[in-house]
């Protein structure tokens, strides 16, 4: 959307995905912002919406002012754009650890996508279990696809510990091929999560991790460079079967992966 050319890497990860790295977290987020606004255009191109999840985390936070102010927020074509969330707490949407709640604060509630597009998880539902199935029955109904429904596309954060969405190490969740959505409690966090499964995330068109900061290097490396053990490094078990999966990070996020050649 900017007409400044950003400078940015690619590295290639082959089926562990592209990497594309910003200079640093604003750019990062402005990559964001501008792949949400693509994939509106390539909807609109195509007379269709497109069905975009969401995730928690601090670079999708920044995306979310990005997308409330000029030049995003007037351009994109809001109305193609049918916004869900990859995962939430078991907070109402008014706590400021919902993520739903605090994208609509952020930009959802400050730019003209239609209210009938927006299906946070119903956390005023009885109990976690119920939110879940509720979302599972929407998204069943909304999203096309089968067997299982293809979003086109899937933003996912990357915690220090290697998880994704809520699918945290050691859960049973990575390994869910059947539910497209679960509610689980994660001891460590003493809390009740819920979260798109692998085999749902899989099936979408577009899954793109943004990762930023020099506290995921580690991880970073471990997850791209590593052996592969899901359980103990849940993003690795995200492997479109049938899409693309991209990586946008900062320099400071990309400073140990065995590819980047780049300076520091
Ligand atoms: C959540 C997220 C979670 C998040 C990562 C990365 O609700 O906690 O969905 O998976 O994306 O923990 O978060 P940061 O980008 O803030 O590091």
């Given at each position: 959307m900017r007409a400044e050319k950003k400078s940015e890497?690619?590295?290639d990860y082959e089926e562990r995905g592209?990497?594309?790295v910003a200079n640093d977290s604003e750019a990062l987020a402005d990559m964001a912002a501008t792949l949400i606004a693509k994939t509106a255009v390539h909807a609109k191109d195509e007379s269709?919406?497109?069905?975009?999840?969401l995730s928690g985390g601090?670079?999708?936070k920044r995306m979310g002012q990005l997308l409330a102010s000029a030049p995003f927020a007037s351009e994109v074509h809001w109305d193609r754009l049918v916004f869900f969330w990859g995962d939430e707490r078991w907070v109402p949407l008014s706590s400021p650890e919902s993520n739903a709640g605090e994208a609509k604060r952020t930009f959802l509630d400050l730019v003209p996508v239609p209210a009938g597009q927006v299906h946070p998880f119903d956390t005023s539902l009885d109990n976690p279990a119920a939110a879940a199935s509720n979302m599972a029955d929407l998204i069943r109904e909304t999203v096309p696809g089968s067997p299982v429904p293809r979003f086109d596309l899937i933003l996912l954060g990357m915690g220090d510990d290697g998880h994704t969405a809520s699918l945290f190490p050691g859960t049973e969740a990575i390994q869910e091929q059947e539910s497209l959505v679960i509610a689980h409690y994660i001891e460590k966090l003493d809390a009740e999560r819920l979260t798109f499964t692998p085999a749902l995330i899989n099936a979408a068109k577009h899954v793109v991790f943004l990762v930023g900061g020099a506290g995921k290097a580690a991880t970073l490396h471990h997850v791209l460079d590593g052996g592969i053990d899901v359980d103990r490094l849940p993003s690795q078990v995200i492997r479109p079967v049938d899409g693309t999966l991209t990586w946008m990070v900062d320099r400071a996020a990309a400073a140990e992966l065995e590819r980047n050649d780049l300076d520091d």
């Open positions: 890497t690619v590295l592209q990497v594309t269709r919406v497109a069905y975009v999840a601090s670079t999708p």
